[in-house]
């Protein structure tokens, strides 16, 4: 059976609807919109009534919602409500928010009469589904490795920044204990020479003494 009905609202303002069998489903969805009325918020739900689940994705101020019977689980019917919203959007676009109720109903009740179908009766529409979901897990990965690329890459030219400061500091280090080395050397030359001729001084002075 599948998804056997399905609406666009804005607000309590249904836009298109379409049902695929007679049941109250119409009634039912909107006593679910008027429970709804309140909450502002986006939001993915699920209700049960007798053997269906109404399930409800509330987006950018709209409401789309269908009926599913049980079996169809959730994945597929909220699959149906995303590609639903999707089209709905890019289909009318600003003329959403000052439409009056049901103008859109005779163009886009075809079309969620034809993503009923598909949803309800096509074996890859899980799969799809299921796609599109492990693309946007790898697409996450891959730009998780990405910025931890860029991350070690700004740690690597920190590091390379410090290494490099590191070996100038080191090189300005070695010239400046050099000089000092040539210094002190120099300084330690002058001070032997100086005490040399001093003590040669004081000894030819003992001696010439002593002779005269």
């Known amino acids: 059976m599948g998804i056997l009905y399905g609406m666009v609202a804005r607000g309590q303002v249904v836009l298109a609807e379409f049902s695929a069998t007679q049941t109250n489903a119409s009634t039912v969805a909107r006593q679910i919109l008027e429970k709804m009325s309140q909450g502002k ?5 699920s209700f049960s009534h007798d053997r269906y689940i109404f399930h ?10 269908c009926m599913a019977d049980d079996a169809s689980g959730r994945r597929i019917p909220f699959a149906f409500l995303e ?3 999707q089209k709905f959007v890019k289909t009318y676009g600003r003329a959403i928010q000052s439409a009056s109720g049901y103008a859109m109903n005779e163009e886009f009740s075809r079309v969620m009469s034809q993503q009923m179908e598909h ?17 946007s897990q790898v697409r996450s ?4 490795n990405i910025e931890k690329v860029l991350e070690r890459g700004d740690r690597l030219e920190l590091l390379v920044e410090k ?6 500091n080191s090189l300005r280090f070695k010239k400046q204990s050099r000089r000092y080395k040539n210094a002190m050397w120099w300084s330690n030359c ?4 100086t005490l040399i001729l001093l003590l ?3 000894i030819a002075y003992i001696m010439f003494a002593f002779v005269f």
């Open 41 to 45: 918020n986006d939001s993915n739900s």
């Open 56 to 65: 409800v994705k509330r987006t950018d101020g709209l409401t789309v919602l």
């Open 83 to 85: 590609e639903i919203h």
């Open 119 to 135: 949803f309800s009766t096509d074996p890859n529409a899980d799969r799809l589904n299921r796609l599109k979901g492990e693309m």
């Open 141 to 144: 990965v891959m730009i998780d």
């Open 163 to 168: 290494t490099s400061t590191m070996q100038g």
């Open 190 to 193: 002058k001070i032997t020479v």
């Open 200 to 202: 040669s001084l004081i």
